[in-house]
């Protein structure tokens, strides 16, 4: 077996990969798809983790042969950035061992997504890709969708990042004009716009491990999103799930045609679905770990994460099958109701004297000036509550909410 673990874009909670396979006797050699991280990734990116690093500049026959170097038998995405770059190494290096090359853009790509799910029969959201004003206006009176509620989203884009609502009668040309054009926090030009029909209903975090195309639970979660004028899907609260629960039990079946449709079938797996009055309808679905903190907040729920997942079937050769829920915890994610001056730190003090409370980190001094959270990046604070009692955790929930809500911010 090779001593060294190729790991492209060891970013987000991709980073923990490199201690992980050290501790499993691996090196870990980080290939970055840039020659800097996207701007929402500069913070977690971590040279000093790598003995070794290489730096895609566009060459891609180049750096396979410098790769060649460690006898790869293997190679990893480590974030939502280093996905596409991850499957062209792999089938110039070791063909065969990831996942179905040709629909690699249907694992990053929102619109080749639903591409892939329509080919293979699997429902799916009305959604069109386009950077034609015109053809959107055509395609929403064709489908009936013209003044009613919408999602308006780059393809490309990632953690809720200029995701918008349309409410019923919106200028849905407002939005279009917003996103196109731009560039958003992976660092990419948004070059076309992605319209969706508006999904009502419960949204989840499906998150698996696929080894030759048999597909496993990692964790389950259930989400609580809010919306802020015309920007939905901010973070606000995430409750793991039991794998014997009636909604996993519910969302499972239709998750593994999601992965067999856009060709996981090796590694992580990172689906958002949400449950509608027509049944399970796929948000987006990523080839890597999840993000946000979530490779923490899973080992604690469960024992186990997509990491520890990897490195076991990578190192080890074993798998998994399923998970249990060894303790209910619940994720708050503090908002910002607008941009200003953190003026009250102090509002969370007497936070860790909460029978459930385990961790939180608030992202900004007192007195400093912080963004108006509008995804995942711009949160204020987070919170994880753990207990065996699930009315406790309810209970004290509500206390981390009137803590939130007493939160001051002044205007700059």
């Given at each position: 077996?090779?001593?060294?673990?190729?790991?492209?874009?060891?970013?987000?909670?991709?980073?923990?990969?490199?201690?992980?396979?050290?501790?499993?006797?691996?090196?870990?050699?980080?290939?970055?798809?840039?020659?800097e991280?996207?701007?929402?990734?500069?913070?977690?990116w971590?040279?000093?983790?790598?003995?070794?690093?290489?730096?895609?500049?566009?060459?891609?026959?180049?750096?396979?042969?410098?790769?060649?170097?460690?006898?790869?038998?293997?190679?990893?995405?480590?974030?939502?950035?280093?996905?596409?770059?991850?499957?062209?190494?792999?089938?110039?290096?070791?063909?065969?061992?990831?996942?179905?090359?040709?629909?690699?853009?249907?694992?990053?790509?929102?619109?080749?997504?639903?591409?892939?799910?329509?080919?293979?029969?699997?429902?799916?959201?009305?959604?069109?890709?386009?950077?034609?004003?015109?053809?959107?206006?055509?395609?929403?009176?064709?489908?009936?969708?013209?003044?009613?509620r919408?999602?308006?989203?780059?393809?490309?884009?990632?953690?809720?990042?200029?995701?918008?609502?349309?409410?019923?009668?919106?200028?849905?040309?407002e939005?279009?004009?917003?996103?196109?054009?731009?560039?958003?926090?992976?660092?990419?030009?948004?070059?076309?716009?992605?319209?969706?029909?508006?999904?009502?209903?419960?949204?989840?975090?499906?998150?698996?491990?696929?080894?030759?195309?048999?597909?496993?639970?990692?964790?389950?979660?259930?989400?609580?999103?809010i919306?802020r004028?015309?920007?939905?899907?901010?973070?606000?609260?995430?409750?793991?799930?039991?794998?014997?629960?009636?909604?996993?039990?519910?969302?499972?079946?239709?998750?593994?045609?999601?992965?067999?449709?856009?060709?996981?079938?090796?590694?992580?797996?990172?689906?958002?679905?949400?449950?509608?009055?027509?049944?399970?309808?796929?948000?987006?679905?990523?080839?890597?770990?999840?993000?946000?903190g979530?490779?923490?907040?899973?080992?604690?729920?469960?024992?186990?994460?997509?990491?520890?997942?990897?490195?076991?079937?990578?190192?080890?050769g074993?798998?998994?099958?399923?998970?249990?829920?060894?303790?209910?915890?619940?994720?708050?994610?503090?908002?910002?109701?607008?941009?200003?001056?953190?003026?009250?730190?102090?509002?969370?003090?007497?936070?860790?004297?909460?029978?459930?409370?385990?961790?939180?980190?608030?992202?900004?001094?007192?007195?400093?000036?912080?963004?108006?959270?509008?995804?995942?990046?711009?949160?204020?604070?987070?919170?994880?509550?753990?207990?065996?009692?699930?009315?406790?955790?309810?209970?004290?929930?509500?206390?981390?909410?009137?803590?939130?809500?007493a939160?001051?911010?002044?205007?700059?």
């Amino acid at each position: 077996m090779s001593k060294y673990t190729i790991i492209v874009d060891p970013l987000s909670t991709g980073q923990e990969y490199a201690a992980a396979f050290k501790e499993a006797g691996q090196t870990p050699v980080a290939v970055l798809s840039g020659l800097e991280p996207a701007p929402a990734f500069t913070g977690s990116w971590h040279p000093e983790d790598f003995e070794h690093i290489h730096y895609f500049e566009g060459d891609l026959p180049s750096l396979a042969d410098a790769l060649k170097v460690y006898e790869p038998e293997y190679l990893i995405a480590g974030s939502e950035a280093g996905v596409e770059l991850c499957d062209q190494l792999t089938e110039l290096l070791v063909p065969g061992t990831g996942n179905v090359f040709e629909l690699s853009t249907a694992r990053r790509d929102k619109w080749q997504m639903a591409q892939a799910l329509a080919r293979a029969g699997v429902p799916h959201l009305r959604q069109l890709c386009t950077a034609d004003p015109a053809e959107a206006e055509q395609w929403l009176r064709d489908n009936d969708l013209l003044g009613r509620r919408l999602v308006i989203k780059p393809p490309k884009s990632a953690a809720g990042d200029e995701v918008y609502t349309v409410f019923e009668g919106g200028d849905w040309r407002e939005r279009f004009d917003r996103v196109l054009g731009r560039d958003n926090k992976m660092g990419l030009r948004n070059d076309a716009v992605l319209i969706q029909e508006y999904a009502e209903g419960t949204e989840y975090l499906v998150d698996s491990y696929s080894v030759d195309g048999r597909h496993e639970l990692v964790d389950v979660c259930r989400y609580t999103k809010i919306s802020r004028g015309d920007k939905i899907g901010i973070y606000h609260r995430i409750d793991f799930l039991a794998a014997d629960d009636p909604e996993v039990l519910a969302l499972w079946p239709y998750t593994q045609q999601v992965l067999d449709a856009v060709g996981i079938r090796v590694g992580c797996g990172h689906a958002e679905v949400m449950m509608t009055p027509d049944g399970p309808r796929l948000i987006e679905v990523a080839a890597r770990p999840s993000g946000g903190g979530h490779q923490m907040v899973s080992e604690l729920a469960t024992g186990d994460n997509h990491i520890k997942r990897t490195v076991a079937h990578r190192v080890r050769g074993e798998f998994r099958e399923s998970f249990d829920l060894v303790q209910h915890l619940r994720g708050i994610f503090i908002s910002a109701y607008r941009t200003g001056y953190f003026r009250n730190r102090e509002v969370f003090d007497g936070i860790d004297g909460l029978k459930s409370f385990h961790w939180m980190k608030i992202l900004h001094d007192e007195d400093a000036i912080v963004p108006e959270t509008v995804d995942l990046f711009t949160c204020l604070a987070w919170v994880i509550l753990i207990h065996s009692d699930a009315q406790t955790l309810d209970d004290d929930y509500q206390k981390v909410l009137a803590m939130e809500k007493a939160i001051v911010i002044d205007q700059p």
